[in-house]
Protein backbone atom coordinates (compact mmCIF):
# COMPACT_ATOMS: atom_id res chain seq x y z
CA UNK A 1 0.00 0.00 0.00
CA UNK A 2 2.62 2.61 0.92
CA UNK A 3 4.77 1.87 -2.62
CA UNK A 4 1.44 2.74 -4.34
CA UNK A 5 0.65 5.82 -2.38
CA UNK A 6 4.35 7.17 -2.67
CA UNK A 7 4.33 6.89 -6.91
CA UNK A 8 0.70 8.78 -6.52
CA UNK A 9 2.38 11.28 -4.21
CA UNK A 10 5.39 11.52 -6.38
CA UNK A 11 3.30 12.68 -9.14
CA UNK A 12 0.76 14.78 -7.48
CA UNK A 13 2.68 16.95 -4.76
CA UNK A 14 3.58 20.53 -5.31
CA UNK A 15 7.83 21.14 -5.24
CA UNK A 16 8.19 22.45 -1.59
CA UNK A 17 5.37 19.88 -0.13
CA UNK A 18 6.49 18.12 3.08
CA UNK A 19 5.39 14.28 3.70
CA UNK A 20 4.75 13.16 7.16
CA UNK A 21 4.01 9.40 8.00
CA UNK A 22 3.26 7.62 11.18
CA UNK A 23 3.76 3.54 11.66
CA UNK A 24 5.12 2.74 8.21
CA UNK A 25 7.50 4.78 6.49
CA UNK A 26 7.40 4.87 2.34
CA UNK A 27 9.59 1.71 0.98
CA UNK A 28 11.79 4.15 -1.34
CA UNK A 29 12.11 7.52 0.48
CA UNK A 30 15.39 8.13 2.53
CA UNK A 31 13.44 10.61 5.78
CA UNK A 32 14.39 14.45 6.02
CA UNK A 33 13.94 13.46 10.08
CA UNK A 34 12.90 10.67 12.10
CA UNK A 35 11.41 10.95 15.38
CA UNK A 36 9.71 8.34 18.07
CA UNK A 37 10.64 4.69 17.89
CA UNK A 38 8.27 1.48 17.56
CA UNK A 39 4.66 2.30 16.22
CA UNK A 40 5.55 5.95 17.47
CA UNK A 41 7.67 6.49 14.55
CA UNK A 42 7.01 9.23 12.45
CA UNK A 43 8.93 10.18 9.31
CA UNK A 44 9.02 13.10 7.23
CA UNK A 45 10.09 13.84 3.68
CA UNK A 46 10.57 16.66 1.49
CA UNK A 47 9.50 16.08 -1.75
CA UNK A 48 13.05 17.76 -3.20
CA UNK A 49 14.66 14.39 -1.44
CA UNK A 50 12.52 12.27 -3.47
CA UNK A 51 12.73 14.01 -6.61
CA UNK A 52 15.03 14.37 -9.54
CA UNK A 53 16.59 18.08 -10.21
CA UNK A 54 14.03 18.70 -12.64
CA UNK A 55 11.13 18.25 -11.23
CA UNK A 56 10.42 14.69 -12.15
CA UNK A 57 9.81 11.67 -9.73
CA UNK A 58 13.17 9.64 -9.56
CA UNK A 59 13.19 5.77 -10.85
CA UNK A 60 13.32 3.39 -8.09
CA UNK A 61 14.66 1.06 -10.73
CA UNK A 62 18.06 0.72 -12.04
CA UNK A 63 19.08 1.60 -15.21
CA UNK A 64 18.16 -1.30 -18.03
CA UNK A 65 21.89 -1.91 -19.73
CA UNK A 66 21.45 -3.51 -23.51
CA UNK A 67 22.89 -6.79 -24.00
CA UNK A 68 25.31 -6.56 -27.14
Known amino acids: ?3 QLEKKLERELGDDA ?6 FPFPHWTPAQVTG ?3 DTVWAYDVRSF ?7 RSHFPSVIPIQ
Not at 51 to 57: E, H, I, Q, S, V
Open 51 to 57: RGGDGRP
Open 18 to 23: RVIACR
Open 1 to 3: MMA
Open 37 to 39: EGI
